[in-house]
């Protein structure tokens, strides 16, 4: 905040100016009255970016009350987790998968419960989870509900999957990221499910769909994704699966496919969609 006021000065602003600034930093200290500094990340990237059986345990540590002694440190906070044992746990403010247990896990630098629900504690603020920050969606499924998106909710949603997408990038690192890079690759496919499994069902969703496999597709086979684990192609399939349920709701769905005609996708999977186009 002291840099704000700095920068001020150095571009010789006046006393009202002055008091503009203060005003400012008054209101953004009370619209944010936690004694702690907010984490970098929020319960979204602790649920995407975790493997599931992980988030649940964690889950139930935190809402067991088994995340005790939490303390805001410099850089990151503090807890005694109880797990077997009471563990002494440390996690980074920026990345909530940085830090250290003294369990197993933490020991040989892998993520673990434990720290896992410090994070959550550090983002919940010992507030109670409720079921939809819990729901785990780790497959695309069709949400079953006819419908279609008003103009401010499709932008919105267009928006979400270009930040999913993000995450389904180039792989160029040595070969110490590639777990880093295939937990990114996972993240991006988390949330693109989720936002897939909520959509409703009609010709509009069933457009946006095929666009995005399209992305995804490209991103495959000119993006220089490293899809070896099959993070990517498992989401395609199951995106194709979720289309498939879309023209058994709204036969109108099956006017999307079209733009499918004659393209080339990486492992042929738009050739089912076709088949039901030429049906
Ligand atoms: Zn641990």
């Known amino acids: 905040m ?43 990237k602790i649920k995407f970016a975790t493997d599931g059986p992980t988030f649940e345990k964690a889950v139930d540590l935190y809402e067991k009350g088994k995340v005790t002694k939490f303390e805001e440190g410099i850089g990151g906070y503090s807890a005694v987790v109880i797990g077997t044992k009471p563990y002494k746990v440390y996690v980074d403010n920026r990345h909530y998968d940085q830090g250290d247990c003294e369990c197993y896990l933490g020991q ?12 959550i504690y550090a983002v919940m603020g010992g507030k109670k989870l409720n079921d939809e920050d819990k729901r785990l969606v780790s497959q695309a499924v069709c949400s079953g509900r006819l419908g279609e998106l008003g103009k401010s909710e499709l932008a919105a949603t267009k928006k979400a999957i270009s930040g999913g997408m993000r995450y389904v990038k180039s792989y160029e690192g040595p070969s110490h990221t590639w777990f880093a890079y295939q937990n990114s690759l996972s993240e991006g496919c988390n949330r693109l499910s989720k936002i897939v499994s909520e959509l409703p069902v009609s010709e509009q969703t069933a457009k946006l769909l095929v ?23 498992g989401f395609i399939e199951e995106t194709v ?3 498939k349920e879309y023209v058994k709701l709204d036969s109108a769905c099956v006017k999307a496919f079209s733009e499918l005609e004659g393209k080339e996708t990486c492992f042929g999977w738009e050739e089912s969609l076709l088949d039901i186009v030429h049906k």
């Not at 503009?20 to 936690?34: G, I, K, M, R, S």
């Not at 993520?111 to 410090?118: D, S, T, Y």
């Not at 666009?211 to 192609?233: A, N, P």
């Open 211 to 233: 666009d995005t496999l399209l992305r995804l597709d490209d991103r495959l086979c000119h993006g220089g994704v490293d899809d070896s684990d099959g993070t990517v192609g």
């Open 108 to 119: 040989n630098d892998t993520l673990c419960k434990h720290m896992v629900a410090v994070a």
């Open 2 to 44: 002291g840099g704000v006021v700095v920068v001020m000065f150095d571009r010789g602003g006046d006393a009202s100016e002055l008091s503009n600034v203060l005003e400012l930093v008054t209101d953004a200290w009370n619209y944010f009255p936690q004694k702690y500094m907010q984490p970098k990340y929020d319960l979204d």
């Open 241 to 243: 699966q979720v289309l």
